[in-house]
């Protein structure tokens, strides 16, 4: 679904995203979450894709006992 516009890499404050050096179905390079370990769900790339392909969510960790 990505047009390959990068402007969800540029609004990343952490630098998470990339484009892709291949091409998707459309004919565009996709961006691709390249750093999740970085990524503190602020919800910026959801928010300025034209298309909105990017779902934003937050994992909760559970402490056991
Ligand atoms: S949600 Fe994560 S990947 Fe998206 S802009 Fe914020 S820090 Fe970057
Ligand atoms: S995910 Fe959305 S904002 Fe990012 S490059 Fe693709 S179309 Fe553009």
């Given at each position: 679904m990505c047009k390959g516009c990068g402007l969800c890499v540029a609004a990343c404050p952490r630098d998470?995203?990339?484009m892709a050096s291949h091409v998707n179905v459309k004919?565009?390079?996709p961006a691709f979450?390249?750093?999740p370990d970085k990524c503190r769900g602020c919800g910026n790339c959801g928010v300025v894709c034209?298309?909105?392909v990017i779902d934003v969510f937050r994992e909760i960790k559970v402490k056991k006992g």
């Open positions: 998470c995203i990339e004919g565009y390079p979450h390249a750093h034209p298309d909105a």
